[in-house]
Structures are given as structure tokens and as C-alpha cells.
């Protein structure tokens, strides 16, 4: 299996353009997590999909902050208008299992620059 | 919602030292999941606590879950410059299946 496969690897956009963040989760995994990490914060939980539905949406940081997941194999995170605050590095993961807590595959992650 | 405490934040060590980090929590968990993440790179699951007192080991790798099931630790035998990197746990409790990271404990080897 690839893996979490996440692009880009790195964005680099202006202030008050829009970026959008995909990702393709590994085959048969029916959660899917989106992830952000900064130095001041850590590992921030953003939002996380249980069979292409949002489950807990209650990390996004606001309202320029959206997620979708159309199909088992795909998810957006979209940010608009972008702000320099929200440079860090995003990952995705994904893992398989609904009754126990099951470990997560991270993608390489995104790397987003706000200038 | 459920924090998971990590201590220490940094750790320097001269390699062939060993090195322990630490995971707590106010509440009792359901089980405990520890990563690392090398520099530049992405977390990777390196192994998953379930039972109270568990004990596993990963060649110099050793993790534990208390007996309260309210704090987990890694201990690394000899550490080398391989070691370097960031290490995690997540925990869940409740009836949740989602767990929660700690802030890290950042291993530092030196030569």
C-alpha cells in the first residue's frame, strides 16, 4: 500500500488567496483525520471523517477553515481567505476500525506558508 | 476535553544514555498509543498499551501503562543517533475511540 498520500508537500500563497490541502487516505480506512502542527501548539486535531461523514468539526480554527470528504478515497481542507497565522504544517491521517482505537497512518503532510 | 500531559518537552542525552519520557492524565484511559516523529518527517505509530500494568518491549524500546491506567512511559536502553526525533503518546478514555496527543518529548542525541 502508498500510504497516506497527501499534496502538496509544500505551499507557499499571500495573504488572502485561498489553499487547498488534499488528501488520499489508505484503501479500506474508514477514519480519515486532518491535523495541524505548529510549534506553539503541537498537534492540533482539526476535524475528523468516520465513513465520509464529518464527525467532530469542533478543532477548526473558523469559519475560513472547511473540510469535505466526497468519497472514501479523497478529502479537501480548504482555507479562504488564508492568513499568516495559519503557517504550519498539515497532515492527514487515516485508520481503520469502529470499536476500538485504532492506530493512525500519517501522510508526509503539507507544509503551508502564509506571507 | 481529555489532556494528556507529556514531561520533559526537550531531552538532551550523549548517545549510549538512556532516555524516558512521560504521559499522564487526570482520568483513566482506555488505552495509550505512542509515535515518533523524526525530524522533517511525519509521526508513525510505534506501538499501543491496552491492559493495566502492560509492559511491552521494541528491541531498546520499553513502554508501560500503569496500573491506575492513568500514565504510560517509553524508556530507551543506550540511546543512538538514530533515536533523535520527537516522541508521542495519544490516549483515549470514555467511550471515545479518538485519542488525544500529548505535546511531545523531544530527544536530542548527541555524539
Known amino acids: 500500500d502508498a500510504g497516506v498520500i497527501q499534496s502538496p508537500r509544500h505551499e507557499v500563497t499571500e495573504m488572502g488567496q485561498e489553499v487547498t490541502l488534499r488528501c488520499k487516505p489508505i484503501?479500506?480506512?474508514?477514519?480519515l483525520f486532518w491535523y495541524r502542527q505548529t510549534m506553539m501548539r503541537g498537534l492540533e486535531l482539526l476535524i475528523y471523517f468516520n465513513n465520509n461523514v464529518p464527525i467532530d468539526d469542533s478543532g477548526m480554527p473558523e469559519d475560513r477553515f472547511s473540510a469535505k470528504m466526497p468519497n472514501a478515497s479523497f478529502s479537501t481542507l480548504k482555507i479562504q481567505p488564508s492568513e499568516p497565522r495559519d503557517s504550519a504544517v498539515y497532515f492527514c491521517?487515516?485508520?481503520?476500525?469502529?470499536?476500538?482505537?485504532?492506530?493512525?497512518?500519517f501522510g508526509n503532510g503539507t507544509r503551508l506558508t502564509v506571507t | 476535553g481529555q489532556q494528556v500531559m507529556q514531561i520533559p518537552q526537550y531531552q538532551h542525552v550523549q548517545e549510549g544514555e538512556d532516555f524516558t519520557t512521560y504521559c499522564n492524565s487526570s482520568?483513566?484511559?482506555?488505552?495509550i498509543q505512542w509515535y515518533k516523529q523524526r525530524p522533517g518527517g511525519h509521526p508513525v505509530f510505534l506501538i499501543q498499551?491496552?491492559?493495566?500494568?502492560e509492559v511491552k518491549k521494541q528491541k531498546r524500546l520499553t513502554f508501560q501503562f500503569g496500573e491506575a491506567k492513568k500514565n504510560s512511559s517509553l524508556h530507551i536502553t543506550a540511546t543512538q543517533t538514530t533515536d533523535v526525533g520527537t516522541y508521542f503518546c495519544a490516549a483515549a478514555s470514555g467511550g471515545s475511540y479518538i485519542p488525544t496527543f500529548g505535546r511531545g518529548t523531544s530527544l536530542i542525541v548527541h555524539p
Open positions: 482520568t483513566t484511559l482506555s488505552n
Open positions: 484503501s479500506g480506512h474508514d477514519y
Open positions: 498499551l491496552v491492559k493495566s500494568g
Open positions: 491521517a487515516s485508520s481503520f476500525g469502529t470499536s476500538t482505537v485504532s492506530p493512525l497512518h
